[in-house]
């Protein structure tokens, strides 16, 4: 019996470790976005699989019996895929999901179905601050007009998509302290992020509420209908019982 353990999340991480732990033969998939991602306790393989089809053979050539789909919240075409073909092949599929982030008071939110949203509630000349990652950097280009600051993990491979624009290198954790820091010298009026939750990346949104600084937050995709945890605790419980 193998796992294929789709990973990218924290807790496809803290999975990866339990596993391993457990004994139980499993090996990881990472996209490959990033470019020098933290090792993994079970053995990784990086890049797509090539679209349906090659997946479809991959879970053949490699003998898998059941995938834990623990890749990010937003990473939606990867998992809806995933639970339609585990579901038509009759392979086991867990879907591990955080939960998203509650407004608490003091938070200033203002959800949004889409990156092309934001340009309408934002007023030109504003600075605003992207925690979205590079990977849907051109769907902000209504915001032209704005200085508009993404910071991603990797030094950019292109240049910014559209004027105005620019990186900020930064590998997480990012420490509320610090965050308010950064906000504060860049001028930041604005914070657009996705609903990831989880502890690690909130410290943005305590940073916002505690400035003051209005939030832009993008809507979660729909989950597929499959079997679903939040957190990895409980996904090792499912891989024991396989
Ligand atoms: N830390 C973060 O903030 C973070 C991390 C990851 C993603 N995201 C967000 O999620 C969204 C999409 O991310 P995404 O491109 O990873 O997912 P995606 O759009 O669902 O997947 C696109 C393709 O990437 C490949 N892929 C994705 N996850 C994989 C894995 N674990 N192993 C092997 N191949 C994988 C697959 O390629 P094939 O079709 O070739 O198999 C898949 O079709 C973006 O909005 C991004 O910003 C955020």
Request: include cysteine; aromatic fraction near 6%.
């Amino acid at each position: 019996m193998t796992i294929l353990l789709l990973a990218g999340s924290g807790e496809a991480k803290e999975i990866a470790t339990g596993l391993a732990a457990l004994n139980l033969p499993a090996i990881a998939s990472l996209a490959g976005a990033t470019r020098a991602p933290k090792q993994l306790d079970i053995p990784t393989r990086v890049g797509g699989f090539g679209g349906a089809d090659g997946f479809r053979d991959y879970l053949a050539e490699a003998g898998i019996h059941a995938v834990i789909d623990a890749t990010h919240p937003y990473a939606s075409r990867i998992t809806d895929r995933t639970a339609t073909i585990c579901a038509e092949i009759g392979l086991p599929y867990l879907h591990v999901l955080r939960a998203p982030w509650i407004a608490q008071a003091g938070d200033n939110w203002t959800e949004i179905a889409c990156e092309e949203d934001a340009a309408a509630l934002i007023p030109k000349g504003s600075t605003v601050f992207l925690g979205t990652g590079r990977q849907t950097l051109d769907r902000f280009s209504g915001l032209a007009g704005c200085r508009v600051i993404c910071r991603q993990i990797d030094p950019p491979s292109a240049a910014f998509p559209f004027e105005g624009g620019e990186f900020l290198i930064g590998r997480p954790p990012f420490p509320v302290a610090r965050e308010k820091l950064l906000y504060a010298q860049l001028g930041i009026d604005w914070i657009i992020v996705k609903n990831a939750g989880g502890d690690a990346s909130a410290t943005k949104l305590t940073a916002a509420r505690e400035l003051g600084i209005p939030v832009l937050m993008i809507a979660r995709p729909a989950s597929p209908k499959a079997m679903r945890v939040d957190n990895a605790a409980d996904a090792l419980i499912w891989a024991q019982a396989l």
